[in-house]
């Protein structure tokens, strides 16, 4: 059974950098592609963007400029950093397996100064 | 990018009764389209993928139809844990996005 953990920062300060990680265990993350998707009360769900395990990354055309999804075979992990953020990136981020079978439990991530 | 608009947004229900729960997409999806179930404090959880397929593990009162721009997700006899929002998906067209979500909740 495939499981998915999301860890970083619960509070970024406006303009900064989130940078969230996922780990995955009881499977590898190869050779499989990954997600991180997002949830605000005001805009629902939102896909943000998904990596293969060998690296090519897929964007949300809406997030592109500020968006990085990387992946790290050797820990079994991938991460998301979103730049100069603001406070409409508040959100519950989740990583999920490609097309969203599994997900994380989700992380609750504030932008306030 | 494709929208989906799920009607209603909300569905007041009791307890063995049947939800029917429709997602439009403004093109054609085929029928790449999933169905979510979400529960408060929790990630959503698949439970129909490719407009008709049950996931791993979900129950058969939950079903799928649909085809093109018009979907309905049916379940025949709605249990207590049956209560939350749900929310079609379509991966037909990056980006992929999601409706709105309808609750289906006590009456």
């Known amino acids: 059974q495939v499981q998915l953990q999301e860890s970083g920062p619960g509070l970024v300060k406006p303009s900064e950098t989130l940078s969230l990680t996922c780990t995955v265990s009881g499977g590898s993350i190869s050779p499989n592609y990954w997600s991180w998707i997002r949830q605000t009360p005001g805009k629902g769900l939102e896909w943000i963007g998904y990596?293969?395990?060998?690296?090519?990354?897929n964007y949300n055309p809406s997030l592109k400029s500020r968006v990085t999804i990387s992946v790290d075979t050797s820990k079994n992990q991938f991460s998301l950093r979103l730049t100069s953020v603001t406070a409409a990136d508040t959100a519950v981020y989740y990583c999920a397996r490609f097309w969203g079978d599994y997900w994380g439990q989700g992380i609750l991530v504030t932008v306030s100064s | 990018e494709i929208v989906l608009t799920q009607s209603p947004a909300t569905l007041s229900l009791s307890p063995g009764e049947r939800a029917t729960l429709s997602c439009r997409a403004s093109?054609?999806?085929?029928?790449?389209l999933a169905w979510y179930q979400q529960k408060p404090g929790q990630a959503p959880k698949v439970l129909i993928y490719d407009a008709s397929n049950r996931a791993t593990g979900i129950p058969a009162r939950f079903s799928g139809s649909g085809s093109g721009t018009d979907f309905t997700l049916t379940i025949s006899s709605l249990e207590p844990e049956d209560f939350a929002v749900y929310y079609c998906r379509q991966r037909s067209d990056w980006p992929w996005t999601f409706g709105q979500g309808t609750k289906v909740e006590i009456k």
């Open positions: 990596i293969y395990y060998s690296g090519s990354t």
């Open positions: 093109q054609s999806v085929n029928t790449h």
